[in-house]
């Protein structure tokens, strides 16, 4: 907002006033004299017609024009002035005589389809704005006989007469008025300015000067004294301000005085903190000396611990599966778990060490919620079967199939809850549950949550829970084991994912400890759908003497439109059913009799029969398929399983690379771009089978020269590549003239929320994400095929992948191992000659990386961006290798390198690289032999 200064106001204050009240009393008295004028013309015009309308009646009733003329001519010369002629109408709007000639008669005359008014009218003349017509009518007053001998009646209008009056003078005048007015108000105006300069003159010039000697005592000037003689306020004013500038002058003095003080006080003061400073960064140096040989300490442990960790475990389930006596398979069996324990102590630690230095780097991939937790429920289920413990797990159905995450983070943790509840549950249920919080858009809101009914936490407790290195009670370490970091990693994986945890527990209750955890909703398909039309309908009877086991059963089933009648024991039933699934509690190896006699029972029922035993009884269900028709499964029951064994065998989903149908080969020239040999091996390979001729390419410039040479009707680019990157590349591939219209799909590892968006923006036309599913490279060809109509080739296609396609196997890997030998098949193909040529390749590539790894960690700066290309090329070598670990340190180590932290800082996760590296070269021997 603007602001004015004293003399603007001043000047504002006193002119305003003036100019408003001067123009008030000018409008008003102008406009009263405007008025008086205009009325006093009209007045003088009614005064000539209405006498000369009363003395021209005995002229009208005896139609003497001669004596009517005299009369109007006397009065147009008597008022000439205003007077511009005078006109007498008879009673049928005739002109009777005139006081001079007229142009335009017509003008003056009544409306002739009206009768006479009988009063005076006064009317503006359309044609001329400055004319006054006034008309006035003759009236018989008398009863007289006219001329013809006619009878007149009396105060009959015998015609009217007409003036036409001349404004001109009139307006002359008013304008004169007007002006005169003006004159005056500029006088006013004048006066006022004239006193307003007198005032301004008198105070706003020594309040100027007061400004001036305050700017100068403001800029140090403590000297200066406003001098001369004031009066009134502003010799007030003066001495106030002479008085603050010598309290500055005094204050300054001071002032300079406490400053020296204090300036000799900082100096000795610097001189200690620079004493301090030094000793500070020799104790930093010191420290990250120490924190540089913890992290070499870690890896060297984890190292040397795994391997030979890693050799137990192996041997101990190499002699497993030799014959061996019972109390030697007990031996070895506790053998295994008690390395398996120490692994994860280990991990655990490694964990926490990573978690604490804020290093621990979180994934973004798609991934299907119910496998990743069926996966955690069977990896447990073991356990808890041992303890005579039933577990569960309730999926809400609400929630989507396929998210973005970090599917391995999610298993940690609920594998770490899942752990403790059967740790410390006797009897009674392990329940899990995942239930959908929230759903905005393409964010989804997951809440998970573990239940037991083991011995309870109490509030004291609970505080104590999420610290490092302490439990709940001290003697629970004795009684139970643990390192205490299990749910402080787990409450930091849980908040590093942006989600929280918390419990409720009653002592000798159980407890429920629950996390949220927020994901992105993506349509990649991850796993195949399954036909389930032929069970809709089908009865199945189901036996479960556990409630919440049997809760989370039916829903199942029912969910498949099957129609579930529910027993908790099995009991005699006059029905027959299509299934019987006959679930078997934990600790039953003593009641075998008791077991046949159900098996028979059920059978009289079904001729379907299928057992749910524990995990643990695996030797028990091959004797029980030998003895009779019935098929097993272990619990918890997942559906996945439960649905192909309920299935026919005809309509269960092939299993094997062999039983794929042909699928014909598209006539597509089709370009493949990739910097990894081995990305672009599988690549090729997959392309060889669905299109006539593929050209693979090295780089982005050998892509660029090929389209220049020839046409491709595809192009598969990948986005990371040194020298010149996918998107320059294909940008340059739009300028050919041979490929300036050939679609460009990009091939990227990275699948995460937004990138598809990007690329697109970017002008790619598709986007395939790492590794590449078959039927999902074969769904793009067949949309970018430009030789034919895809829309209804697509669809086909589509209907054929979903009915034939090969499904995930949902049999989890050896995780002791590093090489998941399945996911390996299934990345090519499952071809078992092509993939072991991409591990051959990983392995032949590897040296080259150690190499680089201990050049980096001796010369940091000279090797960083050697280091980061080499290891980029490698985390896309185990897209395709089946060594998710591997391939997820990859990651993390590549994404630390992109954000420019030092060689320094990722020491640990290099030693482990190399550690994994190790490890994936001793589990390839057997696998390429």
């Given at each position: 907002m603007r602001r004015y200064g004293l003399r603007a106001r001043v000047i504002t204050l006193t002119l305003a006033p003036t100019l408003i009240i001067g123009l008030m009393l000018s409008a008003f008295f102008t406009m009263n004299r405007y008025n008086d004028l205009e009325s006093q013309l009209i007045t003088s015009g009614t005064d000539i017609i209405e006498p000369l309308a009363i003395a021209s009646e005995y002229g009208m009733t005896q139609q003497s024009r001669e004596a009517v003329r005299r009369l109007i001519s006397y009065a147009h010369r008597k008022h000439s002035d205003i007077v511009r002629s005078i006109a007498v109408f008879d009673s049928h709007h005739e002109l009777f005589v005139t006081s001079n000639f007229h142009p335009n008669f017509?003008?003056?005359?009544?409306?002739?389809?009206?009768?006479?008014?009988?009063?005076?009218?006064?009317?503006?003349?359309?044609?001329?704005?400055?004319?006054?017509?006034?008309?006035s009518p003759i009236l018989a007053e008398g009863q007289f006989t006219n001329s013809r001998g006619k009878g007149v009646n009396p105060n009959q209008a015998l015609g009217y007469i007409a003036i036409e009056l001349d404004l001109s003078s009139l307006r002359l005048q008013q304008y004169q008025e007007?002006?005169?007015?003006?004159?005056?108000?500029?006088?006013?105006?004048?006066?006022?300015?004239?006193?307003a300069y007198r005032l301004m003159r008198d105070v706003t010039l020594p309040i100027s000067h007061m400004v001036s000697v305050v700017d100068r005592i403001r800029r140090g000037h403590l000297d200066v004294r406003i001098e001369g003689k004031l009066h009134?306020?502003?010799?007030?004013?003066?001495?106030?301000?002479?008085?603050?500038?010598?309290?500055?002058?005094?204050?300054?003095?001071?002032?300079?005085?406490?400053?020296?003080?204090a300036t000799s006080d900082l100096r000795e003061t610097l001189e200690q903190l620079e004493i301090q400073n030094i000793e500070l960064d020799i104790a930093k140096k010191r420290a990250q000396e120490a924190a540089r040989v913890k992290s070499e300490f870690l890896a060297n442990m984890s190292h040397e611990l795994r391997t030979p960790l890693n050799?137990?475990?192996?041997?101990?389930?190499?002699?497993?599966?030799?014959?061996?006596t019972p109390n030697q398979v007990d031996y070895l069996q506790t053998i295994e778990r008690s390395a398996q324990n120490l692994l994860s102590i280990i991990n655990d630690i490694?964990?926490?060490?990573?978690?604490?230095?804020?290093?621990?780097?979180?994934?973004?991939?798609?991934?299907?919620?119910?496998?990743?937790?069926?996966?955690?429920?069977?990896?447990?289920?073991?356990?808890?079967?041992?303890?005579?413990?039933?577990?569960?797990l309730n999926v809400d159905s609400n929630i989507p199939q396929s998210m973005v995450g970090d599917p391995l983070r999610i298993q940690q943790v609920l594998t770490n809850l899942v752990g403790n509840a059967i740790k410390f549950t006797e009897r009674g249920n392990i329940d899990i549950l995942a239930e959908l919080r929230s759903r905005q858009d393409k964010s989804i809101e997951v809440q998970f949550m573990?239940?037991?009914?083991?011995?309870?936490?109490?509030?004291?407790?609970?505080s104590q829970l999420f610290q490092a290195f302490s439990q709940a009670d001290a003697s629970i370490s004795r009684r139970y084991g643990g390192t205490g970091l299990g749910l402080v990693i787990t409450q930091n994986l849980v908040s590093q994912m942006g989600g929280e945890i918390s419990l409720t527990s009653r002592l000798h209750q159980g407890s429920t400890f629950w996390f949220s955890v927020t994901f992105q909703a993506t349509n990649m398909p991850l796993v195949p759908q399954i036909d389930t039309s032929y069970l809709q309908g089908r009865s199945v009877l189901l036996i479960e003497p556990n409630m919440p086991a049997a809760a989370v059963i039916e829903q199942h089933l029912i969910g498949l439109g099957m129609d579930v009648t529910y027993q908790s024991q099995l009991a005699e039933n006059p029905e027959r059913f299509d299934f019987v699934l006959l679930n078997l509690p934990p600790n039953i190896e003593h009641e075998l009799s008791s077991i046949y006699s159900m098996i028979q029972q059920a059978l009289r029922l079904s001729p379907k029969l299928i057992l749910g035993l524990p995990s643990t009884e695996l030797a028990l269900a091959e004797t029980l398929i030998k003895l009779y028709p019935v098929q097993c499964i272990a619990k918890p029951i997942v559906r996945r399983k439960l649905i192909q064994l309920m299935l026919p065998h005809q309509?269960?989903?092939?299993l094997t690379a062999t039983s794929q149908p042909h699928k014909e080969v598209l006539p597509l020239k089709v370009m493949a771009v990739d910097d990894n040999p081995a990305n672009l091996k599988l690549i090729s390979a997959l392309l060889d089978e669905q299109v006539q001729q593929v050209v693979a390419c090295s780089s982005g410039h050998e892509a660029v020269e090929r389209a220049n040479q020839e046409k491709f009707d595809v192009i598969l680019m990948d986005i990371q590549m040194p020298h010149m990157d996918g998107v320059t590349a294909s940008q340059k591939i739009r300028q050919t003239v041979f490929n300036h219209q050939t679609p460009v799909i990009a091939v990227t590892a990275h699948a995460i929320d937004g990138e598809r968006e990007r690329l697109l923006q970017a002008g790619m036309d598709d986007y395939l994400s790492k590794p590449i599913e078959e039927h999902v490279l074969h769904q793009a060809l067949v949309h970018w095929n430009p030789y034919t109509k895809h829309g209804m080739i697509e669809l086909l296609n589509l209907s054929e992948l979903q009915n034939h396609s090969a499904p995930m196997s949902t049999e989890p890997h050896d995780h002791n191992s590093s090489i998941d030998w399945p996911k390996a098949l299934k990345q090519a193909a499952n071809k078992e000659d092509l993939a072991k040529d991409m591990l051959q390749m990983l392995i032949e590539f590897l040296p080259e990386v150690e190499d680089t790894i201990e050049k980096?960690?001796?010369?940091?700066?000279?090797?960083?961006?050697?280091?980061?290309?080499?290891?980029?090329?490698?985390?896309?070598?185990?897209?395709?290798?089946?060594?998710?670990?591997?391939?997820?340190l990859c990651a993390t180590i590549e994404t630390a390198l992109r954000s420019e932290q030092e060689i320094s800082d990722i020491e640990p996760e290099l030693f482990e690289l190399q550690d994994e590296m190790q490890k994936v070269k001793h589990d390839a021997k057997p696998l390429l032999d």
């Open positions: 017509q003008s003056l005359t009544f409306d002739k389809t009206k009768p006479i008014p009988l009063l005076s009218t006064i009317e503006a003349s359309k044609d001329n704005p400055n004319l006054l017509i006034l008309r007007i002006f005169a007015a003006f004159i005056v108000l500029l006088f006013g105006m004048g006066l006022s300015g004239f006193f009134g306020e502003l010799d007030t004013l003066k001495s106030g301000i002479n008085a603050m500038a010598i309290s500055l002058s005094e204050y300054h003095v001071e002032m300079q005085h406490s400053i020296d003080q050799g137990v475990i192996g041997f101990a389930r190499q002699m497993l599966k030799t014959e061996l490694l964990d926490f060490s990573k978690l604490e230095a804020g290093k621990l780097l979180l994934e973004n991939i798609p991934f299907n919620l119910q496998d990743a937790l069926d996966e955690v429920v069977c990896l447990q289920a073991p356990s808890a079967h041992e303890k005579g413990l039933e577990i569960t573990v239940r037991d009914t083991g011995i309870g936490i109490s509030e004291r407790q609970q309509a269960q989903p092939l980096a960690l001796t010369e940091p700066q000279q090797y960083q961006e050697s280091l980061l290309a080499l290891v980029h090329k490698l985390h896309g070598s185990c897209s395709y290798s089946g060594v998710p670990k591997l391939q997820t």
